[in-house]
């Protein structure tokens, strides 16, 4: 035991640099999982969004340009429809008011 306490501290240039390594690489290895998983995380996420986009535009050029042909389809059906009706109400109102003429006249 005739080592000096000074001499059990003291620490050579190399040893520096490889407690230095050391430390780095253990908190490298602390912190790498957690950032794994973030970035995991985040490139899953930022692929959903991208092909939810994508697939959106490609649905939205897909259907507008039958939104207006189905619109005109539908829209010439109901005018049609309407038509009629207002014809059928009409010859509807005739042979009622037919019928009330002759019960008024007896």
């Known amino acids: 035991m005739n080592a000096s306490i000074s001499n059990f501290y003291s620490v050579t ?5 490889i407690s230095t390594i050391d ?3 253990n908190m490298i290895d ?6 794994q998983s973030k970035l995991l995380s985040f ?4 692929q959903v969004k991208l092909a939810v986009s994508a697939y959106s535009v ?15 389809y ?11 009706s207002s014809k059928v109400e009409e010859a509807a109102d005739k ?3 037919y019928h009330l003429k002759e019960s008024i006249e007896g």
Do not use: C, H, T
């Open 23 to 25: 430390n780095d690489l």
């Open 13 to 17: 240039p190399n040893e520096k640099i």
């Open 74 to 84: 539908y829209l010439r059906k109901f005018i049609r429809a309407l038509v009629q």
């Open 43 to 46: 490139a899953m996420k930022s």
């Open 95 to 97: 042979d009622q008011m």
């Open 58 to 72: 490609l649905y939205i050029l897909a259907v507008i340009p039958l939104v207006g042909p189905v619109s005109v």
């Open 30 to 35: 602390n912190v790498l999982p957690g950032s």
